[in-house]
């Protein structure tokens, strides 16, 4: 430098915000819940404060219903609890955005189904039998993917797996009491 000239610096600072994202973790394609029951919807986010979850039935053509407006990001999940009168369909997928941007969002990679609760809609009849005279209990229930498993006092009864269990031919160590346990998915 001559003598006579000036010089200034300077210090700036730049910050950089890294961009936003939310990418959804469950469900994400072939789950299969229950109307009626509670499942965790999972989520990962990033540079987001709040995000709204919303429900696509057609296969993520659109997405008319809002599960929830604004829940915080932070948490990743949030527990829905499915109507036990949801439609039945597989064709369900999930959205996840930022409340504040709608731009910044993630669906469903693939579909999921939600099937129909399980009800029992007849309860087996208490029966009368003479020895050596058939006895039927039988059960009617709806759901999807039923199982059924018939109890004495308690106790499975090796094979007894449908809708009707029969005592061929009853002798008096058949008195009990007899329950049916009905599952579905």
């Known amino acids: ?7 200034n610096t300077a210090t700036q600072t730049v910050t950089v915000s890294a961009s936003p994202t939310v990418t959804v973790t469950a469900p994400n394609g072939n789950e299969q819940w229950c109307a009626g029951a509670s499942q965790n919807i999972t989520w990962t986010a990033s540079s987001v404060t709040n995000v709204k979850i919303e429900l696509s039935s057609d296969g993520g053509n659109s997405y008319p219903t809002t599960l929830v407006a604004s829940t915080p990001a932070a948490a990743g999940s949030w527990a829905w609890n499915i109507p036990a009168n949801q439609t039945v369909s597989d064709q369900y997928r ?4 930022d409340a504040s941007n709608a731009t910044v969002n993630d669906a469903s ?4 189904s939600i ?3 399980t009800a029992i809609s ?3 009849q208490s029966q ?5 005279t058939a006895v039927s209990f039988s059960v009617a229930a709806s759901g999807a993917n039923l199982t059924y498993q018939w109890r004495k006092d308690g106790n499975n009864i090796t094979g007894a797996n449908g809708a009707t269990y029969t005592i061929a031919s009853p002798v008096p160590a058949s008195a009990g009491s007899y329950d049916v346990i009905v599952g579905g998915s």
């Open 122 to 124: 007849q309860q087996p």
């Open 109 to 112: 990679n693939n579909n999921f």
């Open 128 to 132: 009368v039998g003479c020895e050596g």
């Open 1 to 7: 430098s001559n003598s006579g000239d000036y010089y």
């Open 115 to 117: 099937k129909g609760a």
């Open 94 to 97: 999930v959205r996840i955005s």
